[in-house]
């Protein structure tokens, strides 16, 4: 948990390690919630420092002065020397075993660059790949102001073609098969690929998150379980994009190619090298691909489905006690509206929500925080940096003090 005083790094620690290091923690005078709010207290639940960051997060001054806009980043990565060095971002590797161990993400957005930028910064470091993908209808100053980030990292790059995302349709899945795509071709290196959203955070360190990965032994980890029945239409009528809106054309689809089982997930993965080629060159993934893109919401099936395919490196059978469901795998935490409940149900999946909620899911809040660290998740979803920022401000004051008291 956090220290009281940010400058502290370790009780023990020798005074050459917290000078060499110490420029890398977050401060209190580096950003505004953390001149006015305790995180330290909020991460442990404290509820007179919730309260009190609730109200902070619905002030208009709090608001207005917590706000970066588009053009900061653009003038600020003019000098990227200096941009690195004032946004604090890791630039060597931690440890040996994490350089041993890179990694790969594809980064998809469409706005806010302030929070995409706080995400890579939270994800970076200098072993790793990124590929970003910016929607192709963001504003013009999203684009630049990401371009002008991604320039500054050898390791980071925009991606070579983007596409027009439209919820619940093909796109959303084109936009991480472009990054793939790059990334498989761009580096041999990298041992697993991990693919993130604009809304994401995440609840481990990279150490941790390699130690994770070790450990499924070139397994993978994603929801993949049987369809519920509610959800089938989408998969057994076609559907098209009119007016930048998914609808039914009317049209019955014929059924999987290959037989294939066809299983429940959702967007967020974590997957092998091998996973990953498969996707880019395997014939019945192929054929799977071009019959999903008049589906709905084909990011909730297709990677579930290939993750059971068998050959396909580090997949499980397609029988239904190797289902797995969002909760088991690390790959996210969302928490759904329906599956919330209070502390003492033996019903609900987990606590209730304590920020808002957007299409059912729970958006956090500082609230959630507590909650969250605690889970085996490597990242959540979903934050949202203009509604509660103080909620990212100390898991992000959290995680980078874990990774520099996790140092040698």
């Known amino acids: 948990m956090l220290s009281s005083s940010s400058s502290q790094l370790k009780t023990g620690r020798r005074p050459a390690y917290i000078r060499k290091y110490q420029w890398l923690e977050y401060t209190d005078d580096d ?21 009190k960051a609730k109200l902070l997060t619905i002030t208009k001054d709090f608001q207005k002065n917590i706000h970066i806009p588009d053009e900061y980043y653009i003038h600020a990565a003019q000098d990227c020397r200096k941009f690195k060095l004032t946004r604090k971002y890791i630039t060597f590797p931690l440890s040996k075993e994490e350089e041993e161990f890179p990694l790969a993400y594809s ?27 910016v929607d192709r209808k963001a504003p013009a100053s999203v684009f630049i102001a990401i371009k002008a980030i991604t320039s500054c990292f050898p390791n980071v790059f925009m991606v070579s073609k983007t596409v027009n995302v439209v919820y619940a349709g093909w796109t959303r899945v084109q936009a991480d098969l472009n990054c793939m795509a790059d990334l498989y071709n761009t580096s041999t290196t990298w041992k697993y690929f991990i693919n993130l959203c604009g809304q994401d955070f995440p609840l481990k360190t990279n150490l941790e998150i390699v130690q994770a990965l070790r450990s499924l032994k070139g397994g993978n980890s994603l929801e993949s379980e049987e369809m519920p029945q509610e959800k089938k239409k989408r998969v057994t009528n076609a559907y098209e994009v009119v007016d930048g809106k998914i609808q039914r054309t009317g049209k019955t689809k014929d059924p999987a190619p290959f037989n294939l089982p066809i299983l429940s997930g959702n967007a967020y993965i974590v997957v092998n090298r091998g996973y990953v080629r498969s996707v880019l060159e395997d014939k019945r993934i192929q054929a799977l691909i071009e019959w999903a893109k008049d589906t709905y919401s084909p990011d909730e099936f297709l990677w579930a489905t290939i993750q059971r395919i068998p050959g396909v490196p580090g997949s499980t059978w397609p029988n239904r006690k190797f289902d797995m469901t969002d909760i088991n795998a690390i790959a996210r935490m969302v928490k759904w509206q329906g599956h919330e409940g209070s502390e003492d149900s033996l019903q609900a999946v987990y606590p209730e929500c304590k920020g808002h909620h957007v299409r059912s899911i729970c958006v956090y809040g500082a609230g959630d925080l507590q909650w969250l660290i605690e889970q085996h998740h490597l990242f959540a979803n979903k934050f949202d940096a203009d509604r509660d920022p103080i909620a990212i401000y100390c898991l992000e004051k959290y995680l980078r003090h874990k990774a520099l008291i996790e140092l040698d």
């Open 107 to 133: 980064m998809v957005v469409h706005h806010k660059v302030h929070s995409f930028e706080r995400l890579l910064r939270a994800v970076y470091a200098p072993q790793n790949i990124y590929c970003v993908h």
């Open 31 to 51: 950003e505004l919630p953390g001149k006015v709010c305790n995180c330290s207290a909020i991460l442990k639940g404290e509820k007179e420092e919730l309260q």
